[in-house]
């Protein structure tokens, strides 16, 4: 059956591509290195590419396969490459466009470790980079240089919540020939379709909602043409960071709920935000969902909803956030995201530790700043967690 004009619920279900001879229900876990070819002429076709036949894990896998074609589906583009985790994606993505000489602009409240990684190991090649605030896109025509190459957008960013604009990001890269990456990591297809809105490249940790059982670490690249899917896949078979056919089938489990374990935390944190907001120790928050968001409306016109990632700061600063961070009891003091658990950590001391003091203010990452992923526990228990922690403060 073609699954490319079912509803994305469907999809989740019945999409990827997979034959087997039992007529097993679900996509079984090829756990093999390597393929035997019916001949020798057979193998020289698998090799020459006449033949689609399976030659070696690290290059390709049918159970690989299948998570790659269904994860393309959903973001509608032409097919995918999946990594040993979210940031063997993005190294793929770097390694591939870029070469010595070459310049980058990015979210300046991107992922840290997207950042850390073009600052200090990137730069040690001759690859530049500029770092701008994008929710305003005339700081990215403003950074741009005549060796400019990829625009490398994370929208909402991690962890401010500040969203920028894909078109108007993709008619600045249409412009100025770069290529347009972005990491869809908080949102997943279910909420964001930057293809759909002028990407060429749209990349996930499929750790946070695609697999979303916080048990896999995993990554995927989806391109929407050809000839970049050629490129990046050349690259994650050369440098070895293929995913295995054990994880590929958690993740294809796991995504099998996605819509409605989207739905549901995203139900929850808006409730979650609306308390939040209310409560007279809690200084700011930052919520796609919350009419204050100061970019509200543009989370209504290229998000599906508005997600589960809340950030806030309480009004008695670090202090105070370590105090309330102490007296949690439900929800995990834990990094990622995504899962059916509610996690609550502090990036300035966590995820974005490494980012230079200076950079992360910049960026908006202040040292009050608490994040909470909204999981799919009962509202009432998480916001009854929150409160008493927050009489603690
Ligand atoms: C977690 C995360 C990554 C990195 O993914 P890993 O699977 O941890 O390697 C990249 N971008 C965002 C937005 C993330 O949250």
């Not at 994305?8 to 034959?19: R, T």
């Not at 500029?130 to 962890?159: C, G, H, M, Q, R």
């Not at 909420?191 to 990554?219: E, R, W, Y």
Request: glycine share 8%.
């Amino acid at each position: 059956m073609n699954t490319k004009n079912l509803g994305f619920s469907s999809k989740l279900i019945h999409g990827g591509e997979h034959k087997d001879a039992f007529g097993s229900a679900t996509v079984p876990i090829y756990q093999t290195s390597t393929f035997a070819f019916a001949s020798a002429e057979e193998g020289a076709k698998c090799f020459s590419g006449e033949s689609d036949g399976f030659i070696y894990t690290r290059i390709e896998n049918p159970t690989v396969k299948a998570l790659e074609k269904l994860v393309a589906d959903l973001e509608n583009g032409y097919d995918g490459i999946a990594t040993s985790s979210g940031m063997a994606a993005v190294n793929t993505i770097y390694m591939a466009l870029l070469n010595a000489g070459d310049h980058i602009i990015s979210t300046d409240a991107v992922y840290g470790p997207s950042r850390g990684l073009i600052e200090n190991q990137y730069s040690r090649f001759g690859v530049e980079s500029t770092y701008v605030n994008t929710t305003d896109v005339a700081n990215i025509e403003k950074a741009i240089k005549p060796n400019s190459k990829v625009l490398f957008i994370e929208t909402p960013a991690n962890p401010t919540m500040d969203l920028t604009n894909l078109k108007e990001c993709a008619k600045i890269a249409k412009k100025h020939n770069l290529i347009l990456v972005v990491d869809n990591t908080f949102c997943s297809p279910y909420l964001q379709k930057p293809l759909d809105l002028g990407a060429d490249i749209v990349f996930h940790s499929m750790t946070k909602f695609i697999n979303g059982h916080a048990d896999v670490v995993a990554g995927m690249i989806i391109t929407k043409e050809a000839t970049l899917y050629n490129k990046l896949r050349a690259m994650m078979i050369i440098t070895g960071c293929n995913i295995d056919p054990h994880q590929s089938y958690l993740v294809l489990r796991g995504l099998k709920t996605l819509s409605i374990r989207v739905k549901e935390s995203q139900s929850n944190a808006k409730k979650v935000a609306d308390f939040l907001e209310a409560h007279p120790a809690v200084a700011w928050i930052k919520y796609p969902g919350l009419k204050s968001h100061p970019q509200y409306e543009l989370a209504l016109e290229q998000m599906k909803g508005p997600g589960s990632l809340i950030s806030f700061g309480l009004k008695g600063g670090f202090e105070a956030a370590k105090k309330f961070l102490d007296n949690i009891q439900l929800a995990l003091l834990a990094v990622s995201l995504g899962g059916v658990e509610t996690l609550i950590q502090h990036p300035a001391s966590m995820t974005h530790a490494k980012v230079p003091k200076e950079a992360k203010l910049k960026a908006g990452i202040t040292d009050d700043l608490i994040r909470l992923s909204v999981g799919i526990e009962d509202v009432e228990d998480i916001i009854a967690d929150l409160e008493h922690a927050l009489a603690k403060v």
